[in-house]
């Protein structure tokens, strides 16, 4: 019986072989993807992130509204900020009172950020920073701000999308 190994490699063969490992390397080596993943070298997030809140504070619907607390004020740090990550948005407190939400997705390639810090959204993919007062870049590569996100406060909550 003839198997495979036994028959000479053709080269059409041998290039469609190539291409599919070449494809499957570059998407291996894909610095910024969508998917959401974190390089091994990226700094540790500094801020607080949702996936750490309860449950039931991270994903239900405000009463007598249409839509979704995302926690409780008292989550977000004065002079930081915290990622709700299942929500892709990161909501900030520049000043006591004050909250600021953007879309957490950089405008550089679609990494999420990772970080708060500094009076900084941090991206861990290529670096890019932003402000947390205003979203806009403050360090590329990203070439345009973070997308403001609505997100009000109803009695202590935090509701995206009213």
Known sequence: MTTLNDLPASRRGVLS???????????ALAGCSSSGSSDASAPASTSSDASSAPASAAATTAAGSSGTVLGATSQVPVGGGMIFSSEKVVVTQPTAGTFKAFSSTCTHQGCQVNAVADGQ????????????????????????PLPAANVSVQGTNLVLGT
């Open 17 to 27: 072989a190539a291409a599919v490992v070449g494809t499957g390397a570059g998407l």
């Open 121 to 144: 959204i941090k991206c861990p993919c290529h670096g890019s920073r932003f402000s947390a007062t205003d979203g806009s870049v403050v360090g590329g590569p990203a070439p345009r």
